[in-house]
């Protein structure tokens, strides 16, 4: 069965500072990994994806993801933090096959300070 | 185009009575979620719908829940009779295959609370 771990509850980061929000998963056969935001009281925006291709995927934002198969990990950067990018990020993977099911990490809370 | 559309945004009911949340899809998306929402549990997976046709129905909690989806432009999601335990925040998800662009577009959820 596939899953999505972000082992971290929370990131804590000075504005300015580079940021890594960590993520891995488990799904058989070639994965399409995402990262979406939500802010407070909102629904979850789409940040980027990885489907195919390099392994370097760039987003909205600024944010961008690196996709390593060999440790299965999908983690999301950013070079250099804005306090408006304190919000809820997840990470989420489907199956690259026809059963879409689009399983979600616990979410981890990404807190800048100014 | 206007998005995924959840009605309503808030719904705040008494124990035992039924609660229908209703969902509008992005016109032309194949794929609908049904996603639950709590500070315990985090985002879970509900049910997920193809081509109006329930799929996985493996994260419906209990039988009190039951989702539907009569066409490819609206769903909904019953609870009969809610419980104080229910509630969460319910999200719909759509998203369309075939077009390079899996990832799911959510609508702004709507908060239920059940007392």
């Known amino acids: 069965a596939q899953s999505v771990a972000q082992p971290e509850d929370q990131v804590n980061v000075a504005e300015g500072n580079p940021l890594t929000v960590k993520c891995t998963y488990s799904v058989s056969g070639n994965p399409y990994l995402f990262w979406y935001v939500q802010y407070p009281n909102r629904g979850l925006q789409f940040l980027l994806k990885y489907i195919t291709g390099d392994n370097l995927v760039k987003g909205s934002y600024g944010f961008e993801a690196e996709f390593n198969k060999s440790q299965t990990s999908f983690h999301l950067k950013k070079p250099s933090a804005l306090v408006s990018d304190s919000a809820l990020y997840f990470c989420?993977?489907?199956?690259?096959?026809?059963?879409?099911?689009?399983?979600f990490g616990q979410g981890t809370t990404l807190q800048v300070k100014p | 185009d206007a998005g995924v559309i959840q009605s309503p945004r808030h719904e705040v009911t008494e124990m035992g009575q039924e609660v229908t949340l209703r969902c509008k899809p992005i016109s032309g998306h194949d794929y609908l979620f049904w996603y639950r929402q709590t500070m315990m549990r985090g985002l879970e997976l509900l049910i997920y719908f193809n081509n109006n046709v329930p799929i996985d129905d493996s994260g419906m909690p209990e039988d009190r829940f039951s989702a539907k989806m009569p066409n490819a432009s609206f769903s909904t999601l019953k609870i009969q009779p809610s419980e104080p335990r229910d509630s969460a925040v319910y999200f719909c998800?759509?998203?369309?295959?075939?077009?390079?662009?899996?990832?799911?577009?959510f609508g702004q959820g709507t908060r239920l609370t059940v007392v």
């Open positions: 989420a993977v489907r199956e690259g096959s026809n059963t879409g099911k689009l399983i």
């Open positions: 998800a759509s998203s369309i295959t075939g077009t390079g662009r899996p990832e799911a577009f």
